[in-house]
């Protein structure tokens, strides 16, 4: 497709289980991110994916939540156990690469609602 | 803690008016500003950005000022359209790569 592409679109849970967030990047673009982003919020940073380097995971919030990147394209994002503050908008995004642009291009977002 | 402050909150303004929002930072180590967009159910989307070796950047009806030794800056809209209607949000990285570091951001609301 022509842009970054997420699904589920919403997805609502209950306290304790397991949820996948998958995200689909522009086709070329080495670099993938995710971001949360909370209501009444601004983006906050979870884990960065560049080619075939080790993920810098720092943004992570805790051990519950872990993702990955099969053959350098699409991407999933799991949150064990999950918890009512888990709640949000995560956002996925692509770029080129590392370069000196910085420009990011967001899928429109999963948002999970945890009960 | 946020290493960016953005404000206000939220701001209304009549069609034709100019929009100021304001960001902060603190981190020296900053050096590339970016403002985003997003409509209500979409993902942002980048409106402009700057570099901190130029003082403003303007592209259409949009201005970046920066204020290095302040360690401010702020996005201008001029002549403000209700399409121009959405989410502000600035962010900052070191290096210009994409681990942002984005603002609260500003709903903003032009009135016909």
């Known amino acids: 497709g022509a842009g970054v592409s997420q699904s589920p679109s919403n997805k609502v849970t209950e306290k304790g289980k397991d949820v996948e967030l998958r995200c689909d990047p522009i086709?070329?673009?080495?670099?993938l991110y995710w971001y949360r982003q909370s209501l009444g919020q601004g983006l906050e940073f979870l884990i960065y994916?560049?080619?075939?380097?080790?993920?810098?995971k720092s943004g992570l919030p805790s051990d519950r939540f872990s993702a990955e990147r099969t053959g350098g394209s699409v991407s999933t994002l799991t949150i064990q156990r999950t918890q009512q503050e888990d709640s949000a908008v995560y956002l996925c995004?692509?770029?080129?690469?590392?370069?000196?642009?910085?420009?990011?291009?967001f899928g429109e977002g999963s948002r999970l609602t945890v009960l | 803690q946020q290493q960016v402050k953005q404000s206000p909150q939220s701001l209304i303004v009549q069609k034709g008016g100019i929009s100021i929002i304001n960001c902060a930072y603190e981190?020296?180590?900053?050096?590339?500003f970016p403002w985003y967009q997003q409509f209500p159910g979409k993902g942002p989307a980048l409106l402009i950005a700057?570099?901190?070796?130029?003082s403003e950047k303007k592209e259409g009806r949009f201005t970046i000022s920066f204020n290095k030794s302040a360690k401010q800056f702020s996005l201008h809209i001029m002549d403000s359209q209700p399409g121009d209607s959405a989410t502000y949000f600035c962010?900052?990285?070191?290096?210009?790569?994409?681990?942002?570091?984005f603002g609260a951001g500003t709903q903003v609301v032009v009135t016909p």
């Open positions: 995004a692509s770029s080129q690469d590392r370069g000196y642009t910085g420009e990011l291009f």
């Open positions: 086709s070329g673009h080495t670099a």
């Open positions: 994916f560049q080619g075939n380097s080790a993920p810098d």
């Open positions: 981190n020296t180590a900053f050096d590339y």
């Open positions: 700057i570099r901190p070796d130029v």
């Open positions: 962010a900052a990285s070191p290096g210009g790569w994409g681990k942002l570091q």
